[in-house]
């Protein structure tokens, strides 16, 4: 079993690597979010399985491009939207800037329906 989940995650990161994805998970009650170590090492960031805040990946979002991008996950949150997507920048470590889409829904609610989790893919479109 241990095998099988060892090359199962050896594959996972091929994939990663060869096209230029990632999977994050946001948990919004503790406001942390995962990226692939392998996502953050495609960007030259410490490869690490850590969950970093938001606003540390927000941090690294073109000015430009921040609220929209904010606006869009905002308006599916708030459910107006049945699915978030935005395209925008994302600084690498060297400071160049990647083009990257962003796509996503809320997989956990609470009881009152507020969302909780939220897991989407990180695509380098650049």
Do not use: C
């Amino acid at each position: 079993m241990h095998d099988d989940l060892h090359a199962l995650e050896q594959r996972w990161g091929l994939a990663i690597q060869s096209a230029g994805f990632g999977v994050w998970d946001l948990d919004l009650a503790a406001q942390l979010v995962h990226y692939p170590r392998e996502w953050k090492a495609l960007l030259g960031y410490p490869a690490t399985d850590t969950p970093d805040p938001p606003s540390v990946w927000r941090a690294r979002v073109h000015p430009d491009d921040l609220a929209p991008m904010l606006a869009a996950q905002q308006r599916h949150l708030s459910g107006a939207s049945p699915h978030y997507e935005a395209e925008f920048r994302l600084r690498a470590a060297d400071g160049s800037n990647r083009w990257v889409l962003s796509r996503g829904r809320v997989v956990t609610r609470d009881a009152q329906g507020q969302p909780l989790r939220m897991v989407g893919t990180l695509t380098d479109i650049t």
